[in-house]
């Protein structure tokens, strides 16, 4: 989210989240409507329309919809909305049977997070914490990227320290890394960067600036 042509437009308000969601479901033929709503108010009608109607098809097909709604903790921390998409998240009882709705987050204490959200989420059973990668899918991800040049066991070993087990961290490291022509330059850029240590707000600050 959202498909405007400026990825930075809109992203996080409630209105870009439905008009997404909206657009993705209607390409997959769900629902009656195939007019765009314009305010957000039709969108969240229409959107509970398409939810009623993925519901339907569970029943004749048994078969769920998965909608994943990650970096809900980047709404509130980057994006200051005017009104956040997380306060346009359906409660628990306006998720109909055959639709699982799976937020990511990397915490759940969300301003706009609804209270009956809160309270699911409460139950072991709602939630599920990711651990770290390990060291070879940490490796694996790095030798999957195809750099350019072979790196000594020592860089490699720097490259895992950095990571420390974090998918982002280790994605944008490996794609750093690819971008540099030799394994001197790897040198440089491993010896200067600062190990993840479950600080990846300020990795993020690093490649945003």
């Known amino acids: 989210f959202p498909s405007h042509e400026d990825p930075a437009l809109g992203r996080g308000e409630a209105h870009s989240f439905l008009h997404d969601l909206f657009v993705e479901l209607r390409e997959q033929n769900v ?13 969240r009608q229409v959107f509970s ?28 921390r980057e994006h200051k909305p005017e009104r956040s998409l997380i306060s346009e998240l359906p409660r628990p009882n306006q998720v109909p049977e055959g639709v699982l709705f ?52 020592t860089q490699r070993e720097r490259f895992w320290e950095i990571c420390a087990g974090h998918p982002l961290a280790t994605t944008y490291m490996a794609e750093r890394l690819k971008q540099i022509e030799s394994s001197d330059q ?3 850029v491993l010896s200067s960067s600062t190990a993840f240590s ?7 600050e690093v490649y945003w600036l």
């Open 186 to 188: 790897a040198q440089q």
């Open 198 to 204: 479950e600080a990846i707000d300020k990795t993020y």
């Open 102 to 153: 799976v937020l990511g987050t990397q915490k759940i204490e969300l301003r706009d997070l609804s209270d009956t959200i809160k309270a699911e989420l409460t139950a072991p059973s709602r939630t599920i914490a990711m651990e770290p990668l390990s060291r070879q899918a940490t490796m694996t991800i790095l030798d999957r990227v195809g750099l350019p040049y072979s790196l000594p066991v």
């Open 31 to 43: 629902g009656r409507s195939k007019k765009l709503p314009q305010s957000t108010s039709e969108l």
């Open 49 to 76: 329309e398409q939810l009623a109607a993925l519901s339907e098809d569970f029943e004749k097909r048994q078969i769920k919809t998965v909608i994943l709604v990650d970096g809900l903790d980047h709404s509130e």
